[in-house]
Nanobody
Framework: QVQLVESGGGSVQVGGSLRLSCAAS????????MGWFRQAPGKEREGVAS????????YYTDSVKGRFTISQDNAKTTVYLQMNSLKAEDTAMYYC???????????????????WGQGTQVTVSS
């Protein structure tokens, strides 16, 4: 089992920044990828960014490229999502997830992830 706890959400104005954190515990050795996903009211869940734990390879959905950065700490137990130049359309509940055997473009497909955090709300207002 893997436990994931997100933090860092909140309310910010358009153009502002937030940094989300996701602390992983438990059987993290069996996971190869961590990802951030989001879901806005009335919309489907969307893969935002992912990072391969061992080699640090990252993937981003097109709408956040150049604005968001996913990273991990040296212990590889905490994953961050730095969000800059936030837009109103970034408003959503953001979830951290951990996956096993997920690679490449599939790492933005939430169906391939085994463990999920409880989510943290991000609200961007003008």
């Amino acid at each position: 089992q893997v436990q994931l706890v997100e933090s860092g959400g909140g309310s910010v104005q358009v153009g502002g920044s937030l940094r989300l954190s996701c602390a992983a515990s438990g059987s993290t050795y069996s996971m190869n990828v961590m990802g951030w996903f989001r879901q806005a009211p009335g919309k489907e869940r969307e893969g935002v960014a992912s990072i391969q734990i061992r080699d640090g390879i990252t993937y981003y959905t097109d709408s956040v490229k150049g604005r968001f950065t996913i990273s991990q700490d040296n212990a590889k137990t905490t994953v961050y999502l730095q969000m800059n130049s936030l837009k109103a359309e970034d408003t959503a509940m953001y979830y951290c997830a951990a996956g096993r055997g997920v690679y490449g473009g599939h790492s933005l497909d939430g169906r391939r992830y085994a463990y999920w955090g409880q989510g943290t709300q991000v609200t961007v207002s003008s």
